[in-house]
T-cell receptor, first 112, second 115 residues
């Protein structure tokens, strides 16, 4: 089954404790992105990747890092999480430019 | 600059009513793509439709229909004979040719369909 898989689905952590949210897709897509969803703001792009080793900032990259060492994986790293990073996070992949994105199930992160 | 506006924050209807969700977009790019996604209470985002800027034909898929009007920069979504299972948050999104890595999302419209 074609899918984008994120882990974990839920995470509660403390301020400053490094964490990684994993994202993996099995569709051989070149394009992958991370978004955060906050009430009243819709989804905002954090980082995106056009291919292996090619990443760039989206609208809200501060406090986040990403890497794309393999085509299928695109982990999101929070080196020192803060409470304002409490949000619902989505990983997405798409086959080509301007095609629809397939989203993971979401990761609900709470930083206390 | 690109922008998507969904002015309706929340809509409540009774089952079997028709409902239209509005989406207004802004872009100066002549080649762009419009999308609708559904986010049910379980939280995942489900793709519904993609439309490019050169295709203004309306589309119907079962109880769902979409009205794309370039003259008013709108891409509205109508659900006919709504059902409780249609209850969800619906997002309209835009991508443009020269920044194809990014989706610009509206803030979403929460649809409540009551039995």
């Amino acid at each position: 089954e074609a899918q984008v898989t994120q882990n974990p689905r839920y995470l509660i952590t403390v301020t400053g404790k490094k964490l990684t949210v994993t994202c993996s897709q099995n569709m051989n897509h070149e394009y992958m992105s991370w978004y955060r969803q906050d009430p009243g703001l819709g989804l905002r792009q954090i980082y995106y990747s056009m291919n292996v080793e090619v990443t760039d900032k989206g609208d809200v990259p501060e406090g986040y890092k990403v890497s794309r060492k393999e085509k299928r994986n695109f982990p999101l790293i929070l080196e020192s999480p803060s409470p304002n990073q409490t949000s619902l996070y989505f990983c997405a992949s798409s086959m080509d430019k301007n095609t629809e994105a397939f989203f993971g199930q979401g990761t609900r992160l709470t930083v206390v | 600059a690109q922008k998507v506006t969904q002015a309706q924050t929340e809509i409540s209807v009774v089952e079997k009513e028709d409902v239209t969700l509005d989406c207004v977009y802004e872009t100066r790019d002549t080649t762009y793509y419009l999308f609708w996604y559904k986010q049910p209470p379980s939280g995942e985002l489900v793709f519904l439709i993609r439309r490019n800027s050169f295709d203004e034909q309306n589309e119907i898929s079962g109880r769902y229909s979409w009205n794309f009007q370039k003259s008013t920069s709108s891409f509205n979504f109508t659900i006919t004979a709504s059902q409780v299972v249609d209850s969800a948050v619906y997002f309209c999104a835009l991508s443009v040719r020269f920044n194809f890595n990014k989706f610009y999302f509206g803030s979403g419209t929460k649809l409540n369909v009551k039995p």
